[in-house]
């Protein structure tokens, strides 16, 4: 497992499809977990899609229940899977997944739990296929941000720290270092 950690416009995305593209796997396969809302949005898709058009990457787009994919795929050992974005996942699964644990407020006893039941859907993942590569974002905290949006980042700092823990590489874009 190799996690990509960055601000937003940092080059993750960029790094981690070179990343998917030296492992050498015939099968790379690009899950994609942005919900799209608006035309921002679109625009990001469309400048993703087109820079990694031309590298062989199968998209697969899902917004939650991401390790459905092991289901979907073949030859599981010879395939990369390059997600893109934990923050995404972390925000669709708290704001639009109606199953799941819903946490109320940063610090709630449920925010662990909704942690854990995260990042153990990309450790099956993790588990399952040859190489795992994923992209997470990080954000400035700010003092007004309403309790949604302090939840939703406690939640990603969470999630973000258990995979630091979890992952055999860290590329830390955040710093310029990589561990």
Do not use: W
Not at 124 to 150: A, C, G, W
């Amino acid at each position: 497992m190799i996690l990509v950690l960055g601000r937003e416009n940092s080059g993750k995305s960029v790094l981690a499809e070179k990343l998917a593209m030296e492992t050498g796997d015939p099968v790379k396969i690009y899950l994609a977990t942005m919900k799209i809302c608006d035309d921002e949005g679109k625009k990001r898709v469309i400048k993703h899609r087109a820079q990694r058009e031309g590298k062989g990457f199968i998209t697969i787009e899902k917004c939650f229940a991401i390790d459905s994919l092991i289901g979907e795929t073949k030859n599981p050992e010879q395939t990369t899977v390059l997600l893109e974005c934990v923050a995404n996942l972390v925000g669709n699964e708290l704001f639009d997944h109606s199953g799941g644990i819903k946490p109320a407020a940063p610090g709630d006893l449920a925010c662990e739990d909704f942690a854990e039941e995260i990042i153990s859907e990309i450790q099956r993942l993790n588990d399952h296929f040859h190489h795992l590569i994923l992209v997470s974002n990080t954000y400035e905290k700010k003092p007004d941000y309403d309790m949604q949006t302090r939840l939703y980042l406690s939640l990603l700092d969470q999630v973000n720290e258990k995979l630091l823990m979890l992952a055999d590489q860290t590329i830390d874009l955040r710093k310029g270092t990589e561990d």
